[in-house]
């Protein structure tokens, strides 16, 4: 068993922020080649890669106001807003005012965005097997518990 001792120092402390082996280019890489399939293979239900993070995101519920997306995807309140009303335009997504407090819309999909759920749905089980084909099932399950506990780190103090 692997010693549980947390480090005293940080993982890259011999490597340069800009070394080609650090931890954080690999993420970079890895969300950005997520990012590029998911792209090419939800083209073909009429959406972007960020579309179908947020129709996802929407449809199981994590976020359902633009607010959630913005603070939990990044993104900057112009940016979207501008996305919510193509995906609104689509057909896809409504935004309905909440009766207890009349400054939160809320979020939902409408009978044509639940209608491609499931191939988005699909398209995301397809990216994903695509790049734990290598992977047995005991390294998918330790990678997904390291991302959950580096996902769920405090934020950083400024």
């Known amino acids: 068993m692997a010693d549980e001792t947390p480090l005293q120092q940080p993982v890259d402390a011999d490597k340069s922020p800009f070394s ?3 931890v954080g280019r690999y993420l970079n890489e890895a969300s950005g080649r997520l990012m ?11 959406v972007s890669a960020a579309q179908w993070r947020v129709l996802i995101r929407i449809a199981l519920d994590i976020d359902t106001t633009a607010a959630d997306l913005c603070q939990n995807l990044r993104y900057d309140t112009g940016s979207m807003t501008r996305m919510l009303d193509r995906l609104e335009n689509l057909g896809l997504i ?4 909440s009766t207890e407090d009349r400054r939160v819309v809320r979020l939902s999909l409408t009978e044509e965005g639940e209608a491609i759920c499931p191939r988005l749905q699909q398209i995301g ?6 790049f734990l084909a290598d992977f047995t099932q005991e390294e998918a399950a330790l990678l997904t518990d390291l991302l959950k506990r580096f996902a769920s780190a405090p934020p950083l103090k400024d």
Do not use: K
Request: hydrophobic residues 30%; without cysteine; charged residues 45%.
């Open 20 to 22: 080609s082996e650090s």
């Open 36 to 46: 590029e399939a998911l792209d090419r293979q939800a083209r073909g239900v009429g």
């Open 94 to 97: 409504r935004r309905e005012r």
């Open 125 to 130: 089980i397809r990216v994903l097997d695509h």
